[in-house]
């Protein structure tokens, strides 16, 4: 039967069997099947639309005049036309925008605003879903269809009246089924899928798990309102761990290599002159013990090693709990054994290397009360810094800040003070020792 004898036929079915209809009616070319739908009164389009994906019905609904989308807007369940209006490109959004009740278009606006780290911001709405009761024959054929227009599927989802995501299809099921066959019959269920609010770090960590190349977007009614690429999430993770670098050292997650220069004067110097001001305070420490270094002159020589060691291993320790934090692998009941955790391997660390230090300390200057000062020294500033590396981003979160927001600058300062205060702390305990020899 040619496309056009359709048409009459369509239309009267919508006044007896809607599911029949939106069945028949996905059978017909869209430009067709958007003339057969727009010749309905708004209200029995509305109907029509409760049984069809919203990516479907918004392509229909595309070329209708702004007061019938309105009409038939207003007529649906908020979430189901918000569904339906994210479906739309750009310009027909703003188009019907300016024709929607006021509450409406808030209830829209609402529901269509995610989070800025979901996946619903990331998410593509260009995805192939049917009905569940559409035939596989129809399938096929608008599967080869959408092949020649080079639509982008890497998978195929079945969807109930409500467009609720009921299952999937495997290609290879579809072409053995016989034609006549409801797709119901030849889905897989289970199908995995992810709602719009999630954090787009940890839907990159539960698509990796599965192996997926996509994954289905859902709202709270488990309809289906898009889908997840795994390559999307891999470029935004990139972007964010770029960004995350950056922030880290006190820098703009803004600038770029080729930023203008006064672009990046000014992202770069308050950090700068936080940097300072920390500085002069691990300074001030030192200064309190200006007389004992001027009578060991010694311990001036081991001050750069005291805070490049407590800077190295807090550095360690911070970039494994941030990463922790961001990828969600840290519970919140598991703060403090986390904080323990990175005090003891601190501690550990810091012996080994405490007394690999004493030995060149005591070969170096032959004073071993030198080389206890240095070794004990390098304990306390290791445990401080495994402490701080765990303590520093988790305070961060946990104040609801960007847990590596300037976290580095903060290490630096803890370290340095806390490493200065035990090695010139213990020198001055020892001093009579260390003159003497």
Same mark, same amino acid.
């Not at 719009?196 to 190349?213: L, Y």
């Given at each position: 039967?040619?496309?056009?004898?359709?048409?009459?036929?369509?239309?009267?079915?919508?006044?007896?069997?809607? &599911? $029949? @209809?939106?069945?028949?009616?996905?059978?017909?070319?869209?430009?067709?099947?958007?003339?057969?739908?727009?010749?309905?009164?708004?209200?029995?389009?509305?109907? @029509?639309?409760?049984?069809?994906?919203?990516?479907? @019905?918004?392509?229909?609904?595309?070329?209708?005049?702004?007061?019938?989308?309105?009409?038939?807007?207003?007529?649906?369940? &908020?979430?189901?036309?918000?569904?339906?209006?994210?479906?739309?490109?750009?310009?027909?959004?703003?188009?019907?925008?300016?024709?929607?009740?006021?509450?409406?278009?808030?209830?829209?606006?609402?529901?269509?605003?995610?989070?800025?780290?979901?996946?619903?911001?990331?998410?593509?709405?260009?995805?192939?879903?049917?009905?569940?009761?559409?035939?596989?024959?129809?399938?096929?054929?608008?599967?080869?269809?959408?092949?020649?227009?080079?639509?982008?599927?890497?998978?195929?989802?079945?969807?109930?009246?409500?467009?609720?995501?009921?299952?999937?299809?495997?290609?290879?099921?579809?072409?053995?089924?016989?034609?006549?066959?409801?797709?119901?019959?030849?889905?897989?269920?289970?199908?995995?899928?992810?709602?719009?609010?999630?954090?787009?770090?940890?839907?990159?960590?539960?698509?990796?798990?599965?192996?997926?190349?996509?994954? &289905?977007?859902?709202?709270?009614?488990?309809?289906?309102?898009?889908?997840?690429?795994?390559?999307?999430?891999?470029?935004?993770?990139?972007?964010?761990?770029?960004?995350?670098?950056?922030?880290?050292?006190?820098?703009?997650?803004?600038?770029?290599?080729?930023?203008?220069?006064?672009?990046?004067?000014?992202?770069?110097?308050?950090?700068?002159?936080?940097?300072?001001?920390?500085?002069?305070?691990?300074?001030?420490?030192?200064?309190?013990?200006?007389?004992?270094?001027?009578?060991?002159?010694?311990?001036?020589?081991?001050?750069?090693?005291?805070?490049?060691?407590?800077?190295?291993?807090?550095?360690?320790?911070?970039?494994?709990?941030?990463?922790?934090?961001?990828?969600?692998?840290?519970?919140?009941?598991?703060?403090?054994?986390?904080?323990?955790?990175?005090?003891?391997?601190?501690?550990?660390?810091?012996?080994?290397?405490?007394?690999?230090?004493?030995?060149?300390?005591?070969?170096?200057?032959?004073?071993?009360?030198?080389?206890?000062?240095?070794?004990?020294?390098?304990?306390?500033?290791?445990?401080?810094?495994?402490?701080? $590396?765990?303590?520093?981003?988790?305070?961060?979160? @946990?104040?609801?800040?960007?847990?590596?927001?300037?976290?580095?600058?903060?290490?630096?300062?803890?370290?340095?003070?806390?490493?200065?205060?035990?090695?010139?702390?213990?020198?001055?305990?020892?001093?009579?020792?260390?003159?003497?020899?």
């Amino acid at each position: 039967m040619e496309h056009n004898a359709l048409l009459p036929l369509v239309s009267r079915q919508f006044g007896r069997d809607l &599911p $029949g @209809a939106v069945a028949l009616l996905e059978t017909l070319p869209d430009d067709e099947a958007a003339a057969a739908l727009l010749a309905l009164p708004t209200g029995l389009a509305a109907d @029509a639309v409760r049984h069809m994906p919203a990516g479907y @019905a918004a392509a229909l609904l595309e070329s209708a005049d702004t007061a019938y989308f309105a009409a038939v807007a207003s007529a649906l369940d &908020p979430k189901l036309a918000a569904a339906v209006f994210m479906h739309l490109p750009a310009e027909s959004r703003e188009r019907f925008s300016a024709h929607l009740p006021d509450k409406l278009k808030l209830e829209i606006r609402e529901i269509l605003t995610y989070p800025e780290d979901s996946i619903g911001r990331l998410m593509t709405t260009d995805f192939l879903s049917f009905n569940k009761d559409m035939l596989v024959s129809a399938a096929i054929d608008r599967i080869r269809e959408l092949a020649r227009r080079r639509f982008p599927a890497s998978y195929a989802y079945v969807v109930d009246d409500a467009g609720v995501l009921v299952g999937v299809i495997n290609m290879r099921d579809l072409m053995l089924a016989p034609g006549t066959a409801p797709l119901e019959t030849v889905m897989r269920t289970g199908v995995f899928s992810m709602h719009g609010f999630m954090d787009s770090q940890q839907a990159a960590t539960e698509i990796s798990k599965r192996r997926f190349f996509a994954a &289905p977007v859902v709202d709270g009614q488990n309809r289906m309102v898009g889908i997840i690429r795994a390559e999307t999430l891999l470029h935004d993770i990139r972007e964010d761990a770029g960004e995350d670098l950056q922030k880290l050292f006190g820098a703009s997650e803004d600038e770029r290599t080729f930023s203008p220069l006064r672009f990046s004067i000014r992202k770069r110097l308050p950090w700068l002159s936080v940097n300072l001001a920390t500085a002069f305070l691990a300074a001030a420490v030192v200064a309190l013990f200006e007389g004992v270094i001027s009578r060991v002159t010694i311990l001036a020589v081991f001050l750069p090693v005291i805070a490049g060691q407590g800077g190295n291993a807090g550095a360690q320790s911070l970039v494994i709990v941030i990463r922790g934090l961001v990828m969600r692998e840290i519970p919140r009941d598991k703060f403090w054994p986390l904080i323990v955790k990175e005090g003891a391997l601190g501690a550990v660390n810091g012996v080994f290397i405490g007394l690999v230090t004493a030995v060149v300390a005591y070969a170096w200057h032959g004073n071993p009360w030198l080389g206890l000062v240095i070794g004990l020294g390098m304990v306390v500033n290791m445990v401080v810094a495994g402490i701080a $590396g765990a303590t520093i981003p988790i305070a961060l979160k @946990a104040a609801r800040f960007d847990p590596a927001l300037g976290s580095s600058i903060i290490l630096t300062t803890v370290t340095d003070v806390m490493g200065f205060l035990a090695f010139l702390g213990l020198a001055l305990i020892f001093q009579g020792r260390l003159v003497q020899a």
